[in-house]
């Protein structure tokens, strides 16, 4: 076999293997040494030292040490060892744990509970109002933390009974969850962009700049569907009890203790990123800092929730890093085998439209989806198709924030929505998984809507970085 085909041979057998259910990272890292070790192969390199040991008259434990030091005197190990350092060297990632931190505390102070709670009362004359209530406090957890699961599973218990109890449809309240909690991937201050601007160099500041538009696009998309659908099925969304009606100073006075500050806070930390003010890593500290304030302010920080978030943070940041250790090395050898070179002359022979190569990759993406998380489909597959993107003459920026967007899709498209299993997991056992399956199936028709407004009108991407940054 030739060294391209051993390339293909070696990203099949991954692909393989982790759809056995194998730990990505950890599979990425053995294929990516491996692979590595025939790939840098060195007889010469390997056993030179054995050599003068012999010549040298050296004694036979001597010449057994050296013996074994010769297998591991492998290009693949230095490689291996420069590309943990990379990635821990990289300042990018370290506003990871922060972000991450900040999202955990805020999940475990209650801050979303007095949240939800809160907006359902201010918006009891909208139609839909507690609908209406959860997407807009899923869409603000989810920037806040970026993490699907987290956002999915505690606004299943805490908005989803709420809402049946309030008589709402099941699917209609099922789809709201699921689709709230996936926003986080695309709205700033998200990890996903975060891993992608280490992954492909694009600026992290121009980055959030160019998804703030879509990500409010898409949200917005969302509360028009829901307002629309229940005005005209109101049976979907049953109007609350005239009880509920609050003064107007009450009101105010729920909005400034619980609405407010953590808007703000994340305000504040996308302010500061996108007029230059400090960088990620030190905005994203500010947010951590905010997130502990937060949780002071409402009583809320106990040692138990402290200990938790720190321990989620360092797990999760740690799964994070070792996927772009894993990752880097496993590309490299890919890339020295030929494998890259071959794919890009394949693509580049079918002689497609920029149109048609956007196309496909997002189908790739979007079928990668299904079994695969978000970070592994970035760090992974997405640069694989970043040396063909000069080829159609298409920006990364654009290209990262379509992935960002079809990313939603993966989480709610049946049989592997992972939003709808999230939920699943936690709702009570009347709520059945074809139920959840039907109520994400109008927001992921409003993802496509989105990606398409986005193929025609680029500017929604661009108009911000442009305007903040210039081309």
């Not at 590595?36 to 040298?56: K, L, N, P």
């Not at 978030?309 to 890339?335: D, E, I, K, N, Q």
């Not at 025609?456 to 081309?471: C, T």
Request: charged residues 10%; hydrophobic residues 60%.
């Amino acid at each position: 076999m030739t060294d391209p085909q051993i390339a293909l041979l070696m990203l099949g057998i991954f692909i393989f293997i982790i759809l056995l259910g194998f730990p990505i990272a950890f599979t990425l890292m053995a294929m990516g040494v491996g692979f590595g070790y025939y790939a840098y192969f060195d007889a010469d390199r390997m056993w030179r030292s054995y050599h003068r040991a012999v010549e040298s008259g050296a004694d036979g434990w001597t010449l057994v040490e050296t013996w074994i030091g010769g297998l591991f005197n492998n290009r693949i190990f230095d490689l291996f060892i420069n590309q943990t350092f990379s990635v821990m060297a990289n300042d990018v990632l370290t506003a990871v744990p922060l972000f991450l931190f900040m999202g955990y505390i805020v999940e475990r102070a209650n801050i979303v509970n007095r949240l939800f709670t809160t907006l359902s009362i201010v918006a009891r004359n909208v139609p839909g109002s507690m609908a209406v209530a959860a997407m807009v406090t899923c869409a603000l957890f989810a920037t806040a933390t970026g993490i699907v699961g987290a956002v999915v599973t505690l606004m299943g218990l805490l908005a989803l009974p709420a809402m049946l109890k309030a008589r709402y449809d099941t699917s209609f309240a099922s789809g709201i969850i699921c689709a709230g909690g996936t926003l986080g991937i695309l709205i700033p201050p998200s990890i996903m962009l975060i891993v992608y601007a280490a992954a492909s160099g694009v600026s992290i500041v121009k980055l959030y700049a160019g998804a703030l538009i879509p990500g409010f696009l898409l949200a917005g998309l969302y509360l028009v569907y829901i307002v629309t659908r229940s005005i005209l099925q109101p049976h979907l969304a049953p109007k609350p009890p005239k009880d509920t009606t609050l003064p107007m100073g009450q009101l105010l006075w729920l909005l400034l203790t619980s609405f407010f500050p953590l808007a703000i806070l994340i305000l504040a930390v996308l302010g500061a990123i996108l007029f230059g003010w400090a960088t990620p890593s030190e905005a994203a500290a500010i947010g951590a800092l905010g997130g502990l304030v937060l949780a002071l302010a409402y009583r809320a920080l106990t040692w138990q929730r402290l200990r938790e978030s720190v321990y989620l943070t360092v797990r999760t940041t740690a799964m994070v890093c070792w996927l772009f250790v894993g990752s880097w090395t496993f590309s490299s050898v890919f890339s020295y085998l030929g494998g890259e070179q071959i794919i890009t002359e394949f693509v580049t022979g079918l002689d497609i439209s920029p149109l048609m190569f956007l196309l496909l990759a997002q189908l790739i993406i979007f079928l990668l989806g299904w079994p695969l998380e978000w970070s592994e489909i970035i760090i992974i597959f997405v640069p694989i198709f970043l040396p063909l993107l000069p080829h159609f003459g298409i920006d990364p920026l654009f290209f990262g924030i379509l992935v960002a967007l079809n990313l939603q899709t993966s989480f709610l498209t049946p049989p592997m929505a992972m939003s709808a299993y999230y939920l699943k997991g936690i709702a009570p056992p009347t709520v059945q998984l074809m139920q959840i399956f039907r109520g994400c199936m109008p927001f992921l028709a409003l993802v496509f809507v989105a990606m398409l407004l986005m193929y025609v009108f680029p500017d929604i991407v661009f108009v911000l970085p442009d305007l903040f940054y210039g081309r």
